[in-house]
C-alpha cells in the first residue's frame, strides 16, 4: 500500500480534439481524440508520478468508460484501486477550434452513485490494518449525485480516529461541511476562503485575518490559500507566508491546482519544512500552466520554478 493515497469519487474520461470552426447547424470534422484520465484526486496521482512520487489512486468507475479510465491510469505507472459502481463514468470533452484557438470544455454530470457504493471507501479505509495505513490521503474534486455533502466530513472522522493526514480540495457545500476535526490541509481559493468564513467575498487586505480566524476555528491545521497568477499564501498558527511565481510561458490554467496539490503533498512526504511545501506547490501548479490543453506539470519545470522560489528567501 501507498504512503499516499488519492480519492476521487467523480472521476472522468476526458475526450478532448480539434476542429477547423465550430459552426451551428453544421457537421464538424474533428480530428482524431485524445482520451486521457481526469477528476481531481485522479490528476494528483498522475501529477505526483511525473514528480516522481508514487501514490495508489481509489476512484468509483463504472461501465467501459470506467475500465478505459482504470486502463489509462496503469498505463502512466499510476497504481489504481477502482471501486466499482452500477454506472458508468463520466466522459467529457474538449474541443479545440484551430481558427482561433479557443477551449471549449463540456463537462457532464457524473453517474448517480448508490450508498452502498459510496460507502466502499470509507469501509475499505476502515478495514486496512494499522501497518498499511497512508501517511496522506488527498480527498479532491467535486461529489457525483447520490453522494452526501458530508462525504469528505465523514471522510475527515476517520482521519481523525486513524491517524492519517487528510488533504481536502473541493468547493461548494462539500468544503464547507469537510472543515472541520480530521482536516490536516484545507486548499481553497479566495473565492471559496470567503465562504469558510461565512462571508460572500473578501479583499487582499481581509484575507490574513480570515485565514487565522479559519484555523482559529479548527477548521484545519494547514491553510493554503490560491491565489491564481500571485501564487498562493501559506497559513498555520505559527506564521503566514507567501510564495509569487516567476512569469511563466502560460498555455493553459488546467490541472494546475491539482499539479500544486500534487507538489505540496510529496514534498511534505519527503519531510520538507511548510515553506518547502508551499514552494513546491507553487512550483508544481506554475509548471502545469506551461503546458498546453489538460497537461499536468513536467518535473524539470517545476524543479527550475522550486529553486528559483527557493532563492527568493
Not at 25 to 43: A, F, H, I, M
Not at 95 to 123: H, I, K, T
Not at 226 to 255: D, F, N, W
Request: charged residues 20%; hydrophobic residues 40%; aromatic residues 6%.
Amino acid at each position: 500500500m501507498s504512503d499516499i493515497i488519492t480519492i476521487t469519487l467523480n472521476p472522468a474520461l476526458d475526450m478532448s480534439t480539434h476542429v477547423a470552426q465550430v459552426l451551428p447547424e453544421r457537421k464538424l470534422r474533428c480530428q482524431q481524440p485524445v482520451y486521457e484520465p481526469g477528476g481531481g484526486g485522479v490528476n494528483v496521482s498522475r501529477a505526483l508520478k511525473k514528480l516522481g512520487g508514487d501514490s495508489c489512486a481509489w476512484l468509483l468507475a463504472g461501465g467501459p468508460s470506467g475500465e478505459r479510465l482504470c486502463s489509462l491510469l496503469k498505463e502512466e505507472g499510476v497504481s489504481v484501486k477502482p471501486l466499482i459502481i452500477k454506472n458508468w463514468t463520466r466522459e467529457n470533452l474538449m474541443v479545440v477550434e484551430d481558427s482561433s484557438g479557443n477551449q471549449y470544455r463540456f463537462g457532464m454530470p457524473g453517474p448517480e452513485v448508490y450508498e452502498a457504493e459510496w460507502r466502499q471507501c470509507l469501509e475499505e479505509l476502515e478495514r486496512l490494518p494499522k501497518a498499511k495505513l497512508p501517511k496522506y490521503v488527498v480527498a479532491s474534486g467535486s461529489l457525483p449525485p447520490g453522494v452526501p455533502d458530508d462525504f469528505y466530513a465523514q471522510l475527515a472522522a476517520l482521519a481523525w480516529q486513524r491517524h492519517f493526514r487528510l488533504v481536502v480540495d473541493t468547493s461548494g457545500a462539500a468544503l464547507a461541511k469537510a472543515a472541520g476535526k480530521g482536516v490536516y490541509l484545507l486548499k481553497p481559493n479566495l473565492g471559496e476562503l470567503a465562504a469558510l468564513a461565512g462571508k460572500e467575498n473578501i479583499t487582499v487586505l481581509e484575507q490574513e485575518e480570515i485565514a487565522r480566524q479559519v484555523l482559529a476555528e479548527g477548521k484545519c491545521q494547514v491553510l493554503v490559500v490560491s491565489l491564481g497568477a500571485r501564487g498562493a499564501m501559506l497559513a498555520t498558527p505559527e506564521s503566514i507566508k507567501y510564495a509569487v511565481p516567476p512569469t511563466v510561458p502560460q498555455k493553459s490554467t488546467v490541472g494546475a491546482g491539482d499539479s500544486m496539490v500534487a507538489g505540496m503533498v510529496l514534498r511534505l512526504m519527503q519531510g520538507g519544512s511548510m515553506e518547502e511545501m508551499l514552494h513546491y506547490g507553487v512550483a508544481a501548479g506554475t509548471a502545469a500552466t506551461m503546458t498546453a490543453g489538460s497537461g499536468l506539470c513536467r518535473k524539470d519545470d517545476t524543479d527550475r520554478i522550486y529553486q528559483w522560489l527557493q532563492a527568493q528567501q
